[in-house]
């Protein structure tokens, strides 16, 4: 289908303003030291349901539509924004990790994941969930929903603000931000799960799994927790062999100019292959980010420059901003729900990080500084939210609540941060500086060492 050029031009009116209010947000975000990501989000807030429409609401209507060319259109930008948001945060995955403190790392990451998901799965068990499903939610689904909600935590978002406070490169920045990564990887292989439920129970399933007539519930969870698994692997082991291969064959172009081009090659070739799968290809995107190799200094920077422009500049703040814009915190955001879900995220989060902690042998201070810095949900909880409402996983109340929860979460995260790191409870020195030198160069030196300078804001 063909869009008409007053379709084109309502669609170009919308990218505008949706952009527009969105890089407006961040940066009075940025100006008062919150995540930009939050401000994006306020955009689209102001755009949607829950301010211009319930001021203006057939001019709201007309103006960002839910159907139609536009809205199509609309959608596309969407989905290209989740791709590579979903992308920055494999790249910075693969920046993050590190062999610090393995004990810590392991007890953190075993009681921080297994025991909120679990308390998740429970509480999802044990409430009725009739009111939160989506078209295509299950209670089996919805009770993995329910655990990752309270599991997650955000690279991008608890990365940002370390780098902020100038405590990136610290032990404690870089015990986070393993777990965070570990944490993640494990969770993107549940969600494969969860959609993949959703497309038998939808009747939209696609790709291999629908072809081969699989309607049984053990064989596809079976199917969605081996392939994603294997799909991650072989991408890891040969994922940088495929990017110096295609960058040998690019027809016409140098080496040095084709390194953008071959991986957003990369990142569409995995999304198409996952899609080809029957999985969902936002697990191609983060695979693509893990598994995009390392080049030459000039080259890096220059890749990583134009694609983080591009991404964070554009799409990406688009998405946010169409986030916000999907929000109706007027009809659709159940107050009560909300507090006591959140309270319940927040200390299940809150206490098994911090018994991990304690028994791999952190002082309670430490302790405490790790379980509030592993609650930030930001992006990965805002993506969460995202794909399972676009599946039909969950409704529109509960997208709003797990929302709204992913930035207050972040939110809360930074204060305690800003708060440790001025009491003196978080140290900021590099873990290995081993001499002495002057200030300015060993600040400098803090700023670059596994630090987010030019990546990912959320």
């Known amino acids: 289908m063909s869009l008409k050029m007053a379709d084109v031009g309502h ?74 948001l979903v992308y920055q945060t494999g790249v910075g995955m693969r920046r993050h990790t590190t062999g610090v403190a393995r004990r810590t790392i392991s007890a953190i990451t075993v009681a921080g994941l297994v025991i909120p998901f679990a308390l998740g799965l429970l509480l999802a068990r044990q409430i009725g969930m009739d009111g939160l499903a989506g078209r295509a939610g299950t209670p089996d689904s919805l009770a993995l929903v329910f655990g990752m909600a309270v599991a997650v935590t ?41 959609l993949g439920l959703s497309q038998q129970r939808g009747g939209e399933g696609y790709g291999l799994l629908a072809a081969s007539g699989i309607t049984s519930v053990p064989w596809t969870v079976a199917y969605f927790a ?38 957003l090659v990369l990142l569409f070739l995995l999304c198409a292959s996952c899609i080809g799968l029957g999985i969902d290809p936002i697990f191609g995107a983060l695979v693509a980010g893990l598994c995009s190799p390392e080049v030459t200094v000039d080259e890096k920077t220059k890749a990583s420059t134009e694609l983080h422009s591009l991404s964070m500049n554009f799409l990406v703040p688009v998405y946010f901003a169409i986030v916000g814009l999907r929000l109706d915190l007027v009809r659709q955001f159940d107050v009560l729900f909300f507090c006591w879900f959140a309270v319940f995220a927040f200390a299940a989060k809150f206490a098994s990080v911090w018994i991990g902690a304690r028994l791999a042998g952190e002082g309670p201070r430490s302790a405490v500084n790790l379980a509030v810095a592993m609650n930030a949900r930001g992006g990965p909880g805002i993506v969460l939210a995202s794909v399972t409402y676009e599946a039909g996983v969950i409704n529109e109340s509960f997208f709003v609540t797990l929302v709204v929860l992913s930035i207050l979460t972040s939110q809360v995260s930074g204060v305690w941060l800003s708060r440790a790191v001025s009491h003196g409870w978080i140290e900021p020195l590099p873990v290995l500086a081993s001499a002495p030198e002057p200030a300015a160069p060993a600040r400098r030196a803090r700023l670059g060492t596994g630090g987010l300078k030019g990546g990912n804001p959320r």
């Open 154 to 194: 955000s690279v991008p978002v608890i990365a940002r603000i370390m780098f902020d406070l100038d405590i990136m490169g610290t032990r404690f920045s870089k015990i986070v931000l393993t777990v965070a990564v570990i944490e993640d990887v494990v969770l993107y292989v549940v969600l494969a799960i969860v």
């Open 11 to 84: 669609v170009l009116l919308a990218l505008c303003l949706l952009l527009t209010a969105a890089r407006a947000g961040g940066h009075l975000f940025k100006r008062l030291r919150q995540p930009t990501v939050v401000g994006e989000i306020a955009g689209g807030l102001v755009l949607g349901p829950t301010l211009l429409g319930l001021l203006l609401p057939d001019f709201q209507a007309w103006l960002l539509p839910r159907e139609g060319g536009a809205a199509s259109a609309l959608g596309i930008f969407y989905h290209l924004g989740l791709l590579l």
């Open 226 to 263: 081996v392939v994603p698994t294997l799909f991650l692997g072989i991408f890891l082991w040969r994922g940088p062999a495929l990017v110096r291969w295609l960058s040998r064959t690019a027809p016409g172009a140098a080496p040095r100019s084709s390194v953008l081009a071959d991986r």
